[in-house]
Each structure stands twice: as structure tokens, then as C-alpha cells.
């Protein structure tokens, strides 16, 4: 498999009024090779949300390195690129899916997901047609012209997926996923983003705190101490 992200030596500490800079994370490696599923666990507090947030170039590391296809995105303390293309690379390349879906309550499901590429091409209809090809591809065929307010916990999470996958990216992250999920709809979302990942060759780095669907993934870390190792989930 070809290596597709690689960050090195992630460093970061937040100022504390008064007192020493607390560091959360200290000298942090990951990669993800392409269609690899990568989750990291680890207890509340460990740092796990700050390093998804760097990877996400949502946030600015301390120090350290992030490549992406080879080439450095974050290097000698900045990104590479301006801000205007680092917010082009967010939306065309990296998918993010969070605990709280943070659907539009007045759009339908086939309209929240149409939106980023509408945002990024102008064409609506192009975009609506795509995203209802991606909501039957996860079963929600049925669910298109539904509110928010409609659908399941777990639709809505799919819904949430599909708007992730649509500019097709080349990685998706993703922060406690199945956290606002009962047991069945977890283990459900959590086999659907691995078969995701082979048939789309699409690369998922999952932060969770349930070792047991850490488990489905390709390879675990476990955050501690500011660092990532190799871990066995349950």
C-alpha cells in the first residue's frame, strides 16, 4: 500500500495563565497508507481530538512534520500552503465526521450532503444528484427528502458519512463517531467505514475511546502521554 498521510513529531502545549505551558502532545508520529483504517484510543483528556484537529489542519502543531502524498503540508512551524488553499485542501481532500453530525436542521438529507460540493462548484444540481447516489450507496435510499429531525441517530450518522465522502476525499477523520450511538448502530457504523475504506480506497484515522470497534480497524494506537503506540484492542 502506498503511504498517503504522515505526520512526525507532533508537538503541541497550550498557555495556562500564570503557570507553565501544558503539554498535550509530545513528539507524536502517525501514517495512514492508502485505504488503511487507523484508530486511536485512549482515555478522555489524552489528546486524542488535538492531534485529529492538526491532522485536519484545523489547528497549528508547535512543531513537527505533516505530509500528505509525499509532499509537506505543515513544516519548520507553518503550513505550506496560504490560508485560502489550506481551506481548498480541506474541502477537496480530507472528509471529517464527527461525534455530533452537525446536520443543517432545515435542509433535507440529500440537500446536507449536496452542500460542500454546491459550496465548491456552484452547480446544484450536479451535487444533489451526486449526493443521492452516495445516501442509496448507505442505504438510505428511502430517507433523501428527510429532515434531520426525521431520521434515526443512526441515519443521521450515515447522512453525516455521505457528506464526508462527498468531494471524495483521499482521507477521512473522525472524532468519537459512534458516541451518541447505542451498541447495535455503533458496530454497524463502524463495519460500514471499514468497507468503506477498501471499496473506496478512501483512508479513515478514527479517534474512539471503545477499544472493542478499535478492534475492526487495520492497525490501533493508543494515545498516552502525549505519544502514540502500537496497541491490541480487545
Known sequence: MSMLFEARGITKSYALPGRPPLP??????????EGEMVTIIGASGSGKTTLLNMLGTLDTPDGGSIFFEGEPLFQDGRYRLRKKELARFRNQRIGFIFQFHHLL?????QENVAMAE????GRLQPAKERAA??????GLSGRLNHLPSELSGGEQQRVAIARALMNQPKLVLADEPSGNLDSENSQRLYELMASLSKERRTSFIIVTHNET?????DRCLRMQDGRLQLCTPL
Request: net charge negative; charged share 25%; hydrophobic share 55%.
Open 24 to 33: 498535550i502532545l509530545r513528539e507524536a508520529d502517525l501514517s495512514a497508507a
Open 118 to 121: 454546491f459550496i465548491a462548484t
Open 105 to 109: 436542521s432545515d435542509f433535507t438529507a
Open 213 to 217: 470497534y478499535a478492534g475492526m480497524s
Open 133 to 138: 447516489e452516495l445516501l442509496k450507496e448507505l
